[in-house]
C-alpha cells in the first residue's frame, strides 16, 4: 500500500477491535485489526465460522439464544471503529439520540431469554444497530451484507468510478429549484378554491372598512367635537357668566384689582414695602383682562348644531361596529385593512400568479432537461468503461467468457421533468437515469440481474471484481470477505491474492481464506485454532509473527506436514508482492 492509499484508508473507518466473550466455544477473544488487508486462516472446523458468526451479530444479524457458550449467562460481542463520521452517519446518529463520537462502538449482549444491541454504550435497536453497520461494513460470503447486489446503489457507483460527482450535484441543484416551484404551485391550486371564498370574505371586509375609510387619529378628535357639541349650552352659558362676573358686571373682579391696585400704589409712595404687592396685583389684572377676553371670544364661537353632532355620532357608531369586528381598537382596523389588502392582491391575481410559477417551471425544467442530458452522456461513456474494465477483470480472476452489462433506462412519464427529443420522463434527484447491473457468466446464456447469480463462490469473485474496479467510488470502508476464493487455485488464486491487497489501499479487508496466495498477500495475519483445556474445548485467535506466517502458509501448501520446500514456496509468496520484503508491518 503505498502512503496516498495509506492515508486515503485512514480518513475512512476501520475495525480496530473485536472482542467476543461466551459466543459458542469461545471464552474470550480480542483481536486488534490493521488497516489494509487482514488474513484469517485456520483449519477447517477450527472455528472461523463462529467469529464470522458473531460479527454478524454487531452487523445487526438475529441473535440465536443457544449461541451462548455452555455454563453462562451472557454473551458479548463488541467492535470498535476507529472512523471519520460521514454526513449520513453522523445524522442518523443524532436522530436517534446517539453520541457522535470520534469512534464508534456497536455492541450486543445475547442470553437465554433475549438480546440486547448499544450503540457507543446507548441502548439501540437491533434495526438501527444494523442501519449504522450497513453505512461501515459489506460482508461477502453470504448475501446479507452485499451491497453491490442492490440495484439502488448501482447509480452511485458508476458516477463515483467516473467522478461525476459535480455534475451530480449541478443536476440535484436544478432538480430541487423544479421541485420547489412545483411545490409552491401545487399549495397555490390546494388553496385555489380556498382563496377564492378568501377573495369574496376579503372584497366584503375591504368594502366595510373602507366605507367608513377611519383615518389616523379621527377617532379622538371626533370625540372631542362631539363632547362639545353635546354641551354646547352649558359652555354658552358659564362662559358667559364668567365673562360678567370677571369683567362686565358692576362689581367685576377686573373693577375690584384696579381699585386694589391704585390703592397699594398710594401706599407705596408712602412705603416702598408694598410695591411689590402692587406690581402682583397689576399682573393678576392683566391675567383677568386676558382670561375674560378668551372667555368672551369662545362664547362667540360657540355653535349649535345638531345635524353635525347627530352625522358624528353615526360615524363613532361606525368605528365601534369596526373596532369590535377588527381587532378593538382604529389602529387594529387600519392595520387589518393593510394585510387584507395584500391578501386581496393574491387572491384576486391567482390565475396570473400560477401563470408565473408555469412560465418558471417551464423555463426551470428545460434547464434541467439539458443538465440531466448532459449527465446522461457521460454516464453512458463511463458504463462503457466499467463494463470492459471488469471483463478484463473477471478474466483473470478465472471467469472467462463473463459478460457485463451497465444497463442505463429511463421512465416514459408523460408529466415527467426531464424532456428528451420530445418525449418527457420521470427525474429523481440522481438524474434522469435507472442504472442496473446485469452479468452473464456462461457462453451462450443472456446476462440476468447481477442479484440473481445464484453462485456462492462465484458471485465472490464477481464482488471482487467489482470492488476491485470500484474501489475509490464504494463508500463501504470495510469489506469482509468469507472464504470467497472456494474452488479456485494457481494462477487465479494468485491474482485473488493481488485483487484483495490492491483493494486494501482503500478499504480495510477482513479476509478468510485456505489459499496460500491469498494468505500471503496480507499486511496482517491471524489465525484460528481449536484446544482443548481441562476437557474442554475452546477458540482462540491471535495475531502471527513473521515467522509463524510462513509456517501457517507452507502449511497450506503442504498440509498437516511442513516441508522444506513448502516453506521456500511460502516465503517467495511472501516476499512476491512489491515492497513487501521490506515492509515493517510483516514483522
Known amino acids: 500500500m503505498n502512503a496516498v492509499q495509506r492515508t486515503a484508508l485512514a480518513d475512512t473507518a476501520v475495525l480496530r477491535r473485536l472482542y ?4 459458542t466455544l469461545i471464552e474470550e477473544l480480542e483481536v486488534a485489526f490493521d488497516a489494509g488487508l487482514n488474513i484469517i ?23 440465536s439464544m443457544d449461541a451462548l457458550r455452555a455454563g453462562t449467562r451472557k454473551a458479548v460481542i ?24 470520534p469512534y464508534l462502538i456497536l455492541r450486543r449482549e445475547v442470553s437465554a431469554s433475549h438480546s440486547r444491541a448499544f450503540i457507543n454504550d446507548s441502548p439501540a435497536t437491533v434495526g438501527l444497530l444494523k442501519q449504522v453497520a450497513s453505512e461501515l461494513v459489506d460482508l461477502h460470503g453470504q448475501h446479507d451484507h452485499q451491497s453491490l447486489l442492490r440495484t439502488d446503489r448501482h447509480l452511485a457507483l458508476v458516477d ?22 412545483v411545490r409552491r404551485r401545487d399549495a397555490m391550486l390546494a388553496r385555489e378554491r380556498e382563496l377564492k371564498q378568501e377573495h369574496e370574505l376579503l372584497a366584503f371586509q375591504i368594502d366595510e372598512i373602507d366605507a367608513v375609510g377611519p383615518e389616523e387619529g379621527e377617532e379622538e378628535a371626533l370625540e372631542s367635537e362631539r363632547r362639545i357639541l353635546e354641551n354646547a349650552e352649558r359652555l354658552f352659558e358659564a362662559t358667559s357668566s364668567l365673562f360678567e362676573l370677571l369683567y362686565n358686571s358692576e362689581a367685576a373682579v377686573s373693577d375690584l384689582l384696579i381699585r386694589a391696585r391704585n390703592e397699594l400704589q398710594n401706599l ?46 353615526e360615524r363613532l357608531i361606525d368605528f365601534d361596529r369596526l373596532k369590535r369586528k ?10 387589518h385593512r393593510e394585510d387584507i389588502g395584500e391578501r386581496f392582491d393574491l387572491a384576486a391575481d391567482f390565475e396570473g400568479a400560477l401563470a408565473r410559477l408555469d412560465t418558471e417551471f417551464e423555463a426551470a425544467t428545460a434547464e434541467l432537461s439539458d443538465v440531466a442530458q448532459r449527465l446522461s452522456a457521460k454516464r453512458k461513456a463511463v458504463a462503457a468503461q466499467i463494463e470492459s474494465a471488469i471483463v478484463a477483470e473477471l478474466e483473470t480472476l478465472g471467469m472467462p467468457n463473463s459478460r457485463f ?67 475509490k467510488s464504494d463508500r463501504l470502508p470495510i469489506l469482509i470477505f468469507d472464504e470467497i476464493d472456494t474452488g479456485i487455485s494457481g494462477a487465479i488464486a494468485q491474482r485473488v491474492g493481488d485483487c484483495m491487497l490492491a483493494l486494501g489501499g482503500y478499504h480495510q479487508i477482513i479476509a478468510i481464506t485456505h489459499l496460500p496466495q491469498v494468505a500471503a498477500a496480507g499486511e496482517a495475519h491471524f489465525k484460528v485454532a481449536k484446544t482443548a483445556v481441562e476437557g474442554h474445548t475452546r477458540i482462540a485467535m491471535r495475531r502471527l509473527t513473521l515467522a509463524e506466517r510462513r509456517e501457517e502458509i507452507a502449511g497450506l501448501i503442504s498440509g498437516a506436514e511442513v516441508t522444506e520446500g513448502a516453506l521456500r514456496t511460502a516465503r517467495e509468496l511472501m516476499e512476491s508482492r512489491p515492497g513487501r520484503a521490506q515492509s515493517p508491518s510483516q514483522h
Open 78 to 101: 463488541e467492535g470498535e471503529f476507529d472512523l471519520d463520521l460521514g454526513e449520513d452517519l453522523r445524522a442518523l446518529l443524532e436522530e436517534n439520540g446517539i453520541d457522535v463520537l
Open 20 to 23: 467476543i466473550r461466551d459466543f
Open 326 to 335: 377588527y381587532g378593538g381598537t382604529i389602529e387594529a382596523v387600519r392595520a
Open 41 to 63: 486462516t485456520g483449519e477447517t472446523g477450527a472455528g472461523k465460522s463462529i467469529v464470522v458468526g458473531a460479527l454478524k451479530l454487531i452487523l445487526g444479524d438475529r441473535a
Open 405 to 471: 452489462e451497465v444497463r442505463l433506462s429511463r421512465t416514459e412519464d408523460a408529466a415527467g421533468w426531464v424532456e428528451v427529443d420530445g418525449q418527457r420522463y420521470s427525474a429523481t434527484p440522481a438524474g434522469v437515469d435507472r442504472c442496473s447491473f446485469f452479468i452473464s457468466t456462461n457462453p451462450g446464456v443472456e446476462p440476468m440481474p447481477l442479484a440473481q447469480v445464484a453462485s456462492g463462490g462465484e458471485i465472490s469473485r464477481i464482488m471482487l471484481a467489482l470492488k476491485s474496479i470500484l474501489a
Open 160 to 181: 463515483g468510478f467516473g467522478g461525476l460527482e459535480s455534475l451530480v450535484r449541478n443536476y440535484r441543484s436544478h432538480y430541487l429549484t423544479v421541485e420547489d416551484i
Open 268 to 313: 407705596s409712595r408712602i412705603d416702598e414695602s408694598f410695591d411689590e404687592l402692587a406690581a402682583e396685583i397689576s399682573s393678576a389684572y392683566i391675567s383677568i383682562s386676558e382670561t375674560a377676553s378668551f372667555l368672551q371670544d369662545y362664547n362667540s364661537r360657540i355653535e349649535f348644531n345638531p345635524t353635525r353632532l347627530d352625522a358624528i355620532r
